[in-house]
T-cell receptor, first 117, second 113 residues
Framework: GAVVSQHPSWVICKSGTSVKIECRSL??????MFWYRQFPKQSLMLMAT?????????EQGVEKDKFLINHASLTLSTLTVTSAHPEDSSFYIC?????????????FGSGTRLTVV | QKEVEQNSGPLSVPEGAIASLNCTYS??????FFWYRQYSGKSPELIMS????GDKEDGRFTAQLNKASQYVSLLIRDSQPSDSATYLC?????????????FGKGTLLTVNP
């Protein structure tokens, strides 16, 4: 089945630094990738949608200059949290849409737990 | 505002019983619906997708869709303690070309041995 590899699985960084999270589709081409954030005991909140080779589309209230998304190829998308602050601590999850998969499935990466200290 | 509503629970059932999870959605144009299971601290994993009115069965899981009522459900037969998790209902938004999913807040299911 479709596999999405996301790393790192967890990261601790100092306030003010930047963190990059990578998301790779291993056995399919992901024309669209989604980035979510999830706070404890809350549901997934879509941050942005990225299409290969074009600028990401951000959801309302998400700062595009703070959360930089790059989708340079059909198998790789990255999310960079710039100048991270403690309130950015969260669980970040990517999801890729496999247009050839059964039922046009959406496959999630394993998530990245970010802690900003 | 496209919304997906779920009872947050917790829903508690004894081992071997049927667990029934429900979901309603506001986007009448939605055509595709998904149930995900999420264990604590992990990312969601797809259980089932459903696109047509009626029932769809896969092992111990049955998804039901009623587009007229804008209602989706998931039945888990012979519930096991390993089924204890949060179940997320998602609807694929109509319109646009990015096929975004809108998620409910999830229902926490506990299966008691």
């Amino acid at each position: 089945g479709a596999v999405v590899s996301q790393h790192p699985s967890w990261v601790i960084c100092k306030s003010g630094t930047s963190v990059k999270i990578e998301c790779r589709s291993l056995d399919f081409q992901a024309t669209t990738m989604f980035w979510y954030r999830q706070f404890p005991k809350q549901s997934l909140m879509l941050m942005a949608t990225s299409n290969e080779g074009s600028k990401a589309t951000y959801e309302q209230g998400v700062e595009k200059d703070k959360f930089l998304i790059n989708h340079a190829s059909l198998t790789l998308s990255t999310l960079t949290v710039t100048s991270a602050h403690p309130e950015d601590s969260s669980f970040y999850i990517c999801s890729a849409r496999d247009v050839k998969g059964v039922g046009y499935g959406y496959t999630f990466g394993s998530g990245t737990r970010l802690t900003v200290v | 505002q496209k919304e997906v509503e779920q009872n947050s629970g917790p829903l508690s059932v004894p081992e071997g019983a049927i667990a029934s999870l429900n979901c309603t959605y506001s986007d009448r144009g939605s055509q595709s619906f998904f149930w995900y299971r999420q264990y604590s601290g992990k990312s969601p994993e797809l259980i089932m997708s459903i696109y047509s009115n009626g029932d769809k069965e896969d092992g111990r899981f049955t998804a039901q869709l009623n587009k007229a009522s804008q209602y989706v459900s998931l039945l888990i037969r012979d519930s096991q303690p390993s089924d204890s998790a949060t179940y997320l209902c998602a609807a694929r938004n109509s319109g646009g070309s990015n096929y975004k999913l809108t998620f409910g807040k999830g229902t926490l299911l506990t299966v008691n041995p």
